[in-house]
């Protein structure tokens, strides 16, 4: 019998897999025969969920809180969101633009299908993190990479949105504080990129799931200057709350009804103990948890920051949020994707190749998680050393 | 200034709200108001999870079961399901063939992801769950809802889709047990649908969201005949966890890999402790506790069975699964929308009318969803009793 002989959908040609997967499968078989791995190469917080988190998803389910929720999610989880927005940010968002999601990868996908038609062109920096153009292929999208460095600190900027902009874009994509690279985009650019993309009739979209991990001036968001943004967030990453799924999508006025339209039939509604247990994520006693956690953070950057470029890993931009440094191998290798593979085999330390986020120069570029202490980060650096040291002797 | 001037993508044109929200939400207005509401209109179980479900979320909560998982789920809960079908089936399944999803939800949009380019025909039964038509909407399908009715059980046949099957369709859709009309699909048939597929180079997908709720004749899969075929499944429904999202779909081994990478960047994982608290869905302690709740709804559904007719609300064919009656209302009114929206209000029975479900001959309908003990069932029939006696007087 032939099986499964229907074939799949061309958008498949242009998803690809995470190299970063390989890799991490590598290191956890390593780890299996006994190996000491250093986890360098997930974007996961090593923190684990605070504990008020934990009470609150445990007294929900106590609660028998395990029902279907309303399709954007909790009432009380959407004002708590925007308080947390008036609060840290002095913006006022209505929570009925407020959507909870699973995730910002279900953010990402609603605003995706929100606007993009098939053929519809797309611009977003390159490098970047591979879903967020991987969610515009899913709808078939003509995405435009474009390649941007240290001069613009890997960001677009609406300078480059206007000399690169074709005529079928419909959508301008920005990530601030940025994977693989922390760089921010300042209020004043996202006021400009704002701008811009009214002038074009087209989105602008801002992915925040890294908001509140920035470590040099105040945190912001595109909602402070651009009302009529699509804007990103999640619990995942400030919140510590990764594997419970849970983010959120804040839509323009204009377009709530057709959010809630796609969010009830795509995702019937977000996870409902996570909701309940993310409502903690704001209580007054996690703030000062996650504030030392950033502080935490803060520290890890700055110690590498001062170590990599001894050991020739060079770091042209200050990344000033997220827990990644996206660090220039040029002067080490040709090749940062057998440079990672070969790193990870002779000292257990595992990093990302630039290949999982750039189309351009991705072979000189490595990212670096800082999810795990000091002294474990002293551990990785000093293990990076003897091999390049070893490299260089032959 | 101009706020969010970008248009919607073409694709909203082609998903509808769910009617029964607005109904839902007067129904909870009315309630708020202090109403005793009979809500036969939702989808969702009224039992709360197993409480050994309970007690393995709060416990992984406990352990820090709270980070990312592997894309396609944890390997213990992909082998739990596949051992569930040797079990439940005697089928053999490849672990490495079930991918957990958020929900069935998660698993449909897969599935679509995988096979529809825009364009593309698929052929699905009218009337059908608005989702699996939406979600083929999503990816700029050609739907084509072929109106099925009692001659064939609101069922597609391989002889249907012979008979209207157009060149450019390479999706056959099918649900079994199916929403809103509980019917089955018989296993030789399905066994001639798949070949049909085969034959066309189509795919054949079947959403078994409500198997295990079979009240007459054995539970089957459409995997006992078509190991080729997509198969959607949920925790929602049989194992009463709606709201920890968390569902699967069993992937033609062929199709593994484009699979794994399609939920590696659309989901990232499923909910982790959704997944861990899932494993104890499977434990000697809960199976005999989902029996007791099948034996409940099989009661419940030959109660309305025996009933329904005497109102002058015809169930042309047995439903033999789910827990859905689909009614024909045409003795009653021409217009079964406002009817229920005039029942509700009247009497504060909540039902869904055929709106949602169908285009064809949808006025003539009406969904009873069995989600509340017998003595609420016969509350509910005697308020509708009198609703339709008062208007007989007018
Ligand atoms: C830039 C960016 N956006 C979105 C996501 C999605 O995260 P989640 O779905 O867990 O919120 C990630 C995760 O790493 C990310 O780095
Ligand atoms: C036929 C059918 N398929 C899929 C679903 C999706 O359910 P879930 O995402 O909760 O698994 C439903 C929910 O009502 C349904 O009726």
Redesign the interface.
Known sequence: ????????????AH????EV?RLLARAQALQAQGRDILHLE?G?PDF??PPAV?EA??AA??A??????P?CGIPELREAIAAHYQRMHGVSVDPARIVVT??A?GAL?LAA??????G?GVLMADPTY??NA??MA???ADIHRLAVGPETRFQLTAELARANWRAHD??LMLASPANPTGTVVTLPELAQMAEF??EQ???LLVDEIYQGLVYDGASHTALEVA??ALVINSFSKYF??????LGWLVA????I??V???A???????????QYAALAAFSPETQPLLEARRLAFAERRDFLLRELPKLGLKTPVIPEGAFYIYCDVSALTEDSFTWCEELLEATGVALTPGRDFGQTDAERWIRIAYTCDVPRLAEGLARIARFIEQRRML
Request: hydrophobic letters at 45%; proline letters at 8%.
């Open positions: 019998m032939d099986y499964a002989d229907f074939s799949v959908a061309s958008r498949l998803i690809r897999p995470f997967m997930v996961e684990p969920s934990i998803g445990q389910l106590a028998g809180q395990t029902r279907y929720t399709a699973p995730g990868s996908l299908a929100l606007i993009v038609n098939p519809d591979p879903c991987h969610f899913l709808f078939d419909r959508l993309a009214r009739k087209a989105a009302d009529d510590g709350m990764t594997g419970w799924r323009p006025e204009a377009h009804e057709a809630e339209r796609l009830q039939n795509i995702f019937l509604a977000a996870s409902t103990p996570a």
